[in-house]
């Protein structure tokens, strides 16, 4: 979903003026991965789901910003100018791909500490 429009695969919808980087392909791939792993571990509904939730959307949100075309971006384009884009946020757009990740596996690792607590409580230890 975020390689179709960034453009990172081509298709005749989206066009890119500024050709992608091979560390868009990275991000892209480390972000997708993980939103698929997120999402397919489903634990029992709790307040801290619906957090998890909002983090991997917020993540994908993130990922989509740190991979798409630098001068596509209307808000950063109109803040900035398409100068600024290509010399201020285009140098940024790495760093905000390592918070994507980062962030989405922070929601990984709760994601995995809930499926454990639910799903496969640990036996008590003998003698205890």
Do not use: H
Not at 40 to 45: G, Q, Y
């Amino acid at each position: 979903v975020i390689a179709i429009p960034s453009d990172l695969i081509d298709n005749p919808i989206f066009g890119r003026p500024v050709e992608p980087r091979s560390i868009d392909y990275v991000i892209l791939a480390i972000t997708a991965g993980l939103i698929g792993l997120i999402l397919a571990i489903r634990p029992t509904k709790s307040d801290d789901t619906e957090r998890q939730e909002t983090r991997t959307m917020l993540g994908g949100f993130v990922s989509f910003l740190a991979v798409g075309c630098p001068v596509c971006n209307q808000l950063v384009v109109a803040l900035v100018g398409t100068s600024g884009a290509l010399s201020w946020w285009a140098p940024v757009q790495p760093i905000v791909g390592l918070i994507a990740v980062g962030l989405l596996l922070y929601t990984l690792r709760m994601r995995l500490n809930t499926y454990r607590l639910t799903a496969c409580p640990l036996p008590e230890p003998v003698g205890a």
